[in-house]
């Protein structure tokens, strides 16, 4: 009986066990599944395959005064690089975190879907319809949004972007002159070409001297390697390849993701040391206080990291990296240019 006893016990145990690890397997599995809630979509003025931003998101009570004053004096458009299989598994995750802080949001797809919206350039998908995308995709920005915007960001479906950092770096800058930015590499262009996981954002001359390229025919799609084909059409056309470093010499736009560029260490024969335009620094200091962006990012760190950049704070501190405001940009202006929205805010909440 004793005998018996034990084992019954045991199974007891066993059978007590398995079902406990279901259960939490199965709460983990519904956390990670469950539907993230969606932004509000009254922020969006849909106008066709475009997404036009009607409210810069602040928190309540926030002193944003800076942040408002650039999303009114640096107009900036994003174009995210999707495909029709991508828009739910990633583009959603974008559409629903960080382009809400830019001024004007398209996702540029090889088929249309007007529900989403993405606008279909009629290309094939896959990596060698790469160029062709960006170049459609420059062409349609230019011919419909040429005027809306002062500069023109491209992204992937998998690239996290802090957007009012991007806005910081670009103040320093007129769209009028022909300078793009990014993640600089330095092989086979001798000006170096922008990483295109990490993004880059051509000002308006930029634009409009890439397209006319391609119709005097300097340009033309030379290689299925986007980014590179990219900086070597800018080069002949006569864009400057810009320094996008802080006052600090770090680097603001990183091809991988924040935990591998911190903590991470790349070996020696890594491709990655030979294409940085600028030394690479590992560790903390690899990356500046105002990182504009990532690479390869899933949909769950995008929402990480939207927590991390516009929620969490350590109580009782002063930021230790506070760069002077860009040229022609006062904090008495920035105050100004927000006063209106506040008085809007204030109104409505009386209403």
């Not at 739910?88 to 007007?114: E, G, Y």
């Not at 002949?236 to 600090?248: H, N, P």
């Not at 603001?252 to 335009?277: A, I, R």
């Not at 506070?322 to 809007?344: I, R, T, Y």
Request: hydrophobic content about 35%; some cysteine.
């Amino acid at each position: 009986m004793k005998f018996m006893s034990s084992r019954g016990a045991f199974t007891v145990g066993f059978l007590v066990g398995t079902c406990t690890l279901y259960v939490i397997l199965q709460q983990v599995g519904y956390e990670r599944k469950a539907p993230i809630r969606q932004p509000e979509e009254r922020n969006w003025l849909k106008n066709r395959s475009a997404l036009f931003n009607l409210n810069h998101p602040h928190h309540k009570g926030e002193d944003g005064a800076m942040a408002e004053s650039l999303y009114k004096r640096v107009r900036v458009l994003c174009w995210v690089m999707t495909g029709p299989a991508n828009l739910q598994k990633k583009a959603r995750h974008v559409k629903n975190t960080w382009s809400r802080h830019c001024n004007i949001l398209l996702f540029m797809s090889s088929v249309d879907d007007p529900d989403f919206p993405a606008v279909g350039l009629g290309t094939k998908e896959g990596r060698d319809q790469l160029y062709w995308k960006t170049i459609r995709a420059f062409h349609y920005v230019l011919e419909k949004h040429g005027n809306d915007a002062d500069w023109f960001y491209k992204a992937d479906d998998d690239t996290y972007v802090v957007v009012d950092n991007l806005r910081w770096l670009l103040a320093n800058y007129s769209p009028d002159e022909p300078i793009y930015f990014g993640r600089r590499f330095k092989p086979y262009v001798k000006q170096g070409y922008m990483s295109g996981g990490a993004g880059y954002v051509l000002s308006r001359e930029a634009l409009r001297r890439f397209v006319e390229g391609f119709r005097t025919k300097v340009c033309t799609h030379t290689s299925s390697v986007e980014d590179l084909a990219l900086g070597q059409c800018m080069e002949k056309v006569g864009v400057q390849a810009g320094d996008s470093r802080d006052t600090l010499h770090r680097e603001t736009f990183h091809p991988f993701v924040p935990d591998q560029h911190l903590t991470g260490k790349f070996p020696k024969s890594f491709w990655y040391w030979n294409y940085c335009y600028y030394p690479i620094v590992e560790g903390p200091q690899c990356c500046s206080d105002l990182a504009v962006s990532f690479h390869y990012v899933d949909g769950v760190t995008m929402y990480l990291l939207e927590y991390y950049t516009y929620h969490l704070r350590a109580y009782g501190y002063r930021y230790r990296y506070l760069p002077p405001p860009p040229k022609e940009f006062s904090l008495p202006q920035a105050e100004a240019d927000q006063k209106p929205a506040l008085l809007n805010a204030a109104m409505a909440g009386n209403a």
